[in-house]
């Protein structure tokens, strides 16, 4: 039987069973944010691209990028997708993680992940947000970062910005209600929300195209003792994350399902694009503007991220 545990409040529940196989499969758990940007492994499950690669893998959602890190870092978690200033934050505190596989990364031409504000917000520039309540997921995380980025490039003071930290699930609610004045939403949230909200803008634009806003991870010490494991799996991402490129209608599909969403909807969102490489230069920019707005102190080379075999 494929195991699919979902923990989440309305996420759905949904497990077919799977023809047995010959070989024994390599049992893992996965933890991931159920949002587009990491639904690749929903992708991969859904394809039998995990069962491709004799890897029997339980899901587990966590909508806290903090309390994914914290799981794979005591081993209660095999791997974990988040957002990668989480996972830089972790590494230059000492937390022995490292990167294997590639995540979402960001197209300015295709925003997936934007400030919202209630759709009778006065706040238009970026000095409007001087002073104000904008709400992120997590803190200290990537959205806080191009947020500040973004404000000073476009002539704010970011160090003016209070910021809290709000599940994206409630993203839109916060604004809505007056808690935050901008919120940090991503797809499907922010098209299921935009008759009571409206874009701001698109932060990240304020480090270019390119660089990766998510990536699969692990403990150095499991990636080690796993290679082998650790390359099927990867390739299994890389696969998933080419395919829902090729066919975000059909991914489109597979999101609604097992989000409990109208597919109609989901269709009409702004799809994450995701890598199919892995290197350095995917990391950097977000490293060295995390090192500028004190989330950690001074930069480093981003291949001390990326899994080597020894």
């Known amino acids: 039987m494929k195991r699919f545990r979902m923990i989440l409040m309305s ?33 991969a499950y859904d394809l039998g691209l995990f069962d491709k690669a004799g890897i029997d893998v339980t899901l ?7 309390a994914i890190t914290a799981g794979v870092a005591s081993g ?14 972790a590494h230059k505190k000492g937390v022995p993680l490292t990167v294997i596989a590639p995540g979402a990364y960001n197209l300015n031409s295709a925003p997936s992940n934007v400030l919202i504000v209630a759709k009778n917000s006065p706040l238009r520039t970026a000095k409007d947000l001087n002073g104000k309540v904008v709400a992120t997921n997590p803190l200290r995380g990537i959205g806080e970062v191009l947020t500040d980025a973004w404000v000073d490039k476009n002539g704010g003071d970011s160090s003016t910005i209070k910021y809290i930290e709000v599940p994206f699930a409630e993203a839109a609610g916060v604004v809505e ?3 935050a004045d ?13 008759n009571d909200t409206r ?12 660089y990766l806003i998510t990536a699969y991870f692990t403990s150095s010490s499991w990636a080690q003792a796993h290679p082998a494991l650790v390359a099927r799996f990867a390739a299994a991402i890389r696969e998933a994350g080419a395919w829902a ?23 009409q969102t702004v799809r994450a694009r995701y890598a199919t490489t892995l290197n ?18 001074g930069s480093f080379p981003a291949q001390e991220l990326i899994f080597t075999p020894k």
């Open 11 to 43: 996420l759905a529940l949904l497990i077919g069973a799977a023809p047995a196989l010959a070989q024994t499969r390599d049992k893992i758990t996965v933890a991931f944010p159920p949002v587009d940007p990491t639904a690749e492994v929903l992708y």
């Open 60 to 66: 587990t959602p966590l909508g806290n990028g903090g």
């Open 76 to 89: 209660s978690i095999d791997i974990g997708v988040g957002n990668v200033i989480t996972i830089e934050s």
């Open 177 to 179: 209600q007056g808690r």
């Open 182 to 194: 901008a919120t940090l939403s991503v797809e499907p949230f922010i098209t299921q929300s935009k």
């Open 199 to 210: 874009f701001f803008s698109n932060i990240m634009d304020a480090l270019g195209d390119g």
């Open 245 to 267: 490129n090729a066919n975000p209608a059909k991914s489109a599909e597979i999101l609604a399902k097992y989000g409990k969403l109208d597919p109609a909807m989901v269709k």
């Open 280 to 297: 350095a230069g995917q990391f950097q920019p977000t490293i060295d503007a995390s090192a500028h707005y004190k989330i950690f102190d």
